[in-house]
């Protein structure tokens, strides 16, 4: 692989020399999938989920060529179809190599749709297409786990934004997608999300198909001393000077929060300061804040009026433990907790907040910045 002008990603996977800590976490959800236990991953969007999933990836790869480890983000599907449509896209063809599965191979096990096949157009591969009936979805997602456990071979699948099935018309799907999974061996999951609500009722409530059928992780930021080691090793090779004590002024100002620590680090990566000072640090997040006005403007704009007097609140306390204590209250002139709480909720469901062990904070780092200027 090439080396990278600016290591310090915002966006992809460019390899394990470019990726940061989480050593631990690595080798404790490797070692589940090996042993065949599926995995429950959560953290706020841009902790570096998806990150960690291709690091493992990459790793099992290396490790054991038969392994197929594949990859598919679900959060723009709005239905059991258009999830069905994404999982034999992600899958088919995946599986085995061609001409070792021919097209009527693959015909004899699909019977309840039409497998297309067509040339990727970035990797040039074969990538197969589903033509099916509504009324056939649910005989096409079995058909599908039946070409995967028909195949014999290892697979691991990273679904991301899965609580996203949970949204479906379709109340049904979690059961039977749990149906399919226990009798597919060959089979391991990786189910990640974002909405750590959402996801804790899929796979912590009684009454849910998922209850206790997977290894949960909460991803949390990456210590600060292992981050500075990576942040201060990167930045020597273009002869940059970071101080343990000026990163740790980037780290606190954003909570550890692993893509905003990365965005302030590719930025002033790329302006090259011999020595970074928190003069430098400031004027890199004024211009990041300043390029992101106009999004931010939009998004107050469609707020109540209780939502943006509570996110402007959350903002400027930086954490909020007692969102209805009478002082959080009386400070910013807030209505009553059941305002609150309902204001709350929306701004969470919309993740403009969410909530840590610590309390609640919002979601965008660089947009409580904005808001702390109101």
């Known amino acids: ?17 470019y990726f940061c800590g989480r050593d631990m976490e690595r080798n404790e959800l490797i070692s589940a999938l090996k042993n065949g236990r599926n995995i429950t991953l959560m953290s706020p969007r841009r902790m570096g989920k998806t990150g960690l999933i291709q690091d493992i990836f990459s790793q099992i790869s290396k490790e054991n060529k038969n392994t197929v480890c594949l990859y598919m983000d679900i959060f723009a599907t709005k239905s059991l179809a258009d999830f069905v449509v994404l999982l034999g896209k992600t899958v088919i063809g995946k599986l085995d190599s061609f001409p070792q599965k021919t097209a009527t191979a693959i015909a004899n096990i699909f019977k309840s749709c ?10 040039g591969l074969p990538q197969a297409s589903l033509d099916f009936k509504e009324q056939d979805t649910q005989n096409t997602l079995g058909e599908i786990f039946s070409y995967i456990k028909e195949s014999e071979r290892e697979c691991i699948i990273a679904i991301d934004e899965f ?26 999951f990786i189910f990640s999300g974002s909405k750590q609500h959402l996801m804790s009722d899929i796979f912590n409530s009684a009454k849910r198909p998922f209850y206790r059928s997977t290894e949960k992780m909460n991803l949390k930021p990456i210590p600060m001393e292992t981050y ?15 101080d343990k004590g000026i990163f ?34 400031n004027e890199c997040v004024v211009k990041i ?7 931010y403007e939009r998004i107050y704009d469609f707020l109540t009026i209780n939502q943006a007097q509570l996110l402007v609140a959350i903002a400027k306390e930086h954490i909020v433990k007692g969102i209805n204590s009478n002082a959080f209250i009386k400070k910013y002139n807030l209505k009553g907790s059941s305002s609150i709480n309902k204001a709350l ?26 808001l702390r200027k109101m």
Request: charged content about 25%.
């Open 1 to 17: 692989m090439n080396k990278l002008y600016n290591p310090f990603l915002v966006l992809g996977y460019a390899g394990h020399e």
């Open 114 to 123: 039409r497998v297309v096949f067509s040339a990727d157009v970035v990797t």
């Open 163 to 188: 609580q996203q099935i949970s949204e479906y018309p379709e109340k049904e799907t979690e059961a039977l997608l749990r149906s399919y999974i226990q009798f597919c061996p060959n089979l391991h």
């Open 228 to 242: 500075f080691e990576f942040a201060s090793k990167w930045m020597k090779t273009k002869k940059i000077v970071l």
């Open 248 to 281: 740790e002024t980037i780290y606190n100002m954003v909570e550890g929060h692993t893509w905003y620590v990365q965005y302030i680090l590719n930025k002033l990566f790329e302006a090259a300061p011999k020595i970074i000072s928190e003069e430098d640090i």
């Open 289 to 295: 804040v300043e390029a992101e006005t106009d999004g």
């Open 345 to 370: 909720a929306q701004l969470i469901d919309k993740e403009l907040v969410f909530r840590s062990e610590n309390g609640y904070s919002v979601y965008d780092r660089f947009m409580e910045l904005w």
